[in-house]
């Protein structure tokens, strides 16, 4: 595989995790009852920034959580014979609260699927919004974000490529193309 493009640097992903935050607060009048629940694991430094930025804004903190959705995939067993599952950390009732769910990069939808079954084992939010950084198309399920960093339309043998300091040490998204092998 080889990097083809860059498509976001710091600057370019804090410009739109501020225009997010101010979207999401617009859409739900402020923070009463809002939280917001990252998918491990760049979702989950995603949701942690956007806490960040709603606590800059309306000087209110809001809950954060983080969500581990492993044993909820669909594709469990192809993944590996002993997946890791890492832990959830939500130390918040979520029932009747507007839940953000926040991921990387939207493309078959499935990820969230799986997201979705994980939150109703937390309880019964009053609404569940997804946010998501990348939505690079090619969806597999029905599901649509509500606040999107940027839309990159992408070929199948491409990949979105999500780099953030906490876990690679830099913030930038590349796109990827998959090398192919000769017939």
Known sequence: MKEK?????KESINRILNRMAHEI????????????IGI????????????????LIENKEVPVGILDITLYR???TLI???????????????TGKHVIL??????????????????VDFGRPTTIQLAVLIDRGHRELPIRPDYVGKNIPTAQQETI???????????????????????
């Not at 493009?5 to 640097?9: E, M, P, R, V, W």
């Not at 607060?25 to 917001?36: A, S």
């Not at 490529?161 to 017939?183: Q, Y």
Request: glycine share 6%; charged share 35%; hydrophobic share 35%.
């Open 5 to 9: 493009t860059k498509i976001l640097d």
């Open 25 to 36: 607060l617009e859409k739900n009048k402020g923070t009463g009852e809002l939280c917001i």
């Open 40 to 55: 491990r694991t760049h979702g989950a430094f995603l949701a942690s920034r956007m806490g960040t930025r709603i606590k």
């Open 74 to 76: 669909d594709d469990l």
């Open 80 to 94: 590996s014979s002993q997946p890791v599952v890492h832990k959830t950390e939500i130390d918040f009732d979520i």
């Open 102 to 119: 926040v991921d990387d990069v939207l493309y078959t939808g499935r990820t969230v699927r799986a997201a979705l079954d994980a939150l």
């Open 161 to 183: 490529e999500v780099r953030m300091e906490e876990s690679e040490g830099i913030d930038e998204v590349v796109i990827i193309e998959k090398s192919h092998l000769p017939s």
